[in-house]
């Protein structure tokens, strides 16, 4: 049996050889938990919403590949763009093979910060 894919170490993998992603959000604060402290932003969290097959995905009874929804989340200041950030995260992404399916621009209540939040899925062979 093919060994699973670790969906997490990839995109942080990813994300952390963007140049131009690290150059808006230091490595350190491009994390996949989340954070124990919004005090120092820009931030980025990120976590695997799903990971599934289907009967496409079977070849002579073993999973050939895995299709993978992840959601990621942007955190900043209120009045500071999330849009350059985003804009670097998303090339990262689409240069990695992942498919923006969703976004949405918000004010987190508990939190009082901007929040962006994306959701991508990617096929990944194994």
């Given at each position: 049996m093919s060994d699973i894919i670790e969906v997490k170490t990839l995109l942080k993998t990813q994300?952390?050889?963007y140049a131009g992603l690290t150059a808006l959000?230091?490595?350190?604060?491009?994390?996949?938990?989340?954070?124990?402290?919004?005090?120092?932003?820009p931030l980025i969290t990120f976590n695997e919403l799903d990971n599934f097959n289907t009967d496409e995905d079977i070849f002579d009874d073993q999973p050939i590949c895995d299709t993978s929804q992840?959601?990621?989340?942007?955190?900043?200041?209120?009045?500071?763009?999330?849009?350059?950030?985003?804009?670097?995260?998303?090339?990262?992404?689409?240069s990695n093979r992942w498919t923006r399916f969703a976004s949405v621009d918000l004010v987190d209540p508990e939190t009082k910060l901007q929040h962006k939040?994306?959701?991508y899925n990617n096929t990944l062979f194994r």
């Open positions: 994300l952390n050889a959000v230091p490595v350190a604060r491009i994390l996949s938990s989340w954070p124990d402290s919004f005090a120092t932003l992840v959601e990621i989340h942007i955190w900043q200041k209120v009045g500071v763009s999330t849009t350059p950030i985003f804009k670097q995260l998303n090339a990262c992404m689409e939040v994306l959701r």
